[in-house]
């Protein structure tokens, strides 16, 4: 049921932001830019290259409740470390993405059009690895906290 309600409530912000996009005559095209993409997906990669593909697919089945109790105590180490190191790579990426945004930016400083252009790649640099890290690592990393502690809210939140 908890599965079901995440699906719905999903759907509905989709569809507001889909609303939202068309009164203001925008397009999906605007929100996405290849450059950042690709410093998030370099992040990820870094991220991902300390681990085996097991180990990662069974961090995150531990994540979303798919593993028993004592699964999750052998595991515990390692699938915080999988996350702590997902969180930081997504994040220096996008950093080392808005530096050399900045720069590309700070060079055409002639041209508005490029000015534009250059300040949108800066924050959407930066706005990819947030929305990734507190909207989908973190929840991910609370409730395996909150699975290993069952019934307690004693976890750490970043």
Same mark, same amino acid.
């Given at each position: 049921?908890?599965?079901?309600?995440?699906?719905?409530?999903?759907?509905?912000?989709?569809?507001?932001?889909?609303?939202?996009?068309?009164?203001?005559?925008?397009?999906?095209?605007?929100?996405?830019?290849?450059?950042?993409?690709?410093?998030?997906?370099?992040?990820?990669?870094?991220?991902?290259?300390?681990?085996?593909? *097991?180990?990662?697919?069974?961090?995150?089945?531990?994540?979303?409740?798919?593993?028993?109790?004592?699964?999750? *105590?052998?595991?515990?180490?390692?699938?915080?470390?999988?996350?702590?190191?997902?969180?930081?790579?997504?994040?220096?990426?996008?950093?080392?993405?808005?530096?050399?945004?900045?720069?590309?930016?700070?060079?055409?400083?002639?041209?508005?059009?490029?000015?534009?252009?250059?300040?949108?790649?800066?924050?959407?640099?930066?706005?990819?690895?947030?929305?990734?890290?507190?909207?989908?690592?973190?929840?991910? *990393?609370?409730?395996?906290?909150?699975?290993?502690? *069952?019934?307690?809210?004693?976890?750490?939140?970043?």
């Amino acid at each position: 049921m908890k599965w079901f309600k995440t699906i719905v409530y999903s759907g509905v912000l989709i569809a507001g932001l889909y609303v939202f996009l068309i009164m203001n005559s925008f397009s999906w095209r605007n929100l996405i830019s290849e450059y950042s993409l690709l410093f998030l997906c370099a992040g990820l990669t870094f991220s991902f290259a300390h681990f085996s593909l *097991k180990e990662q697919l069974q961090a995150f089945g531990d994540a979303l409740g798919f593993s028993t109790l004592t699964v999750l *105590k052998k595991n515990r180490d390692k699938d915080i470390l999988i996350f702590k190191s997902l969180r930081d790579y997504t994040l220096l990426a996008g950093a080392a993405g808005s530096g050399i945004a900045l720069i590309q930016l700070l060079s055409e400083l002639d041209d508005m059009a490029l000015l534009i252009k250059g300040g949108s790649l800066v924050l959407l640099s930066l706005l990819y690895p947030l929305l990734l890290r507190f909207f989908i690592i973190s929840p991910l *990393k609370i409730n395996l906290d909150y699975q290993l502690n *069952k019934n307690t809210w004693d976890v750490d939140y970043v």
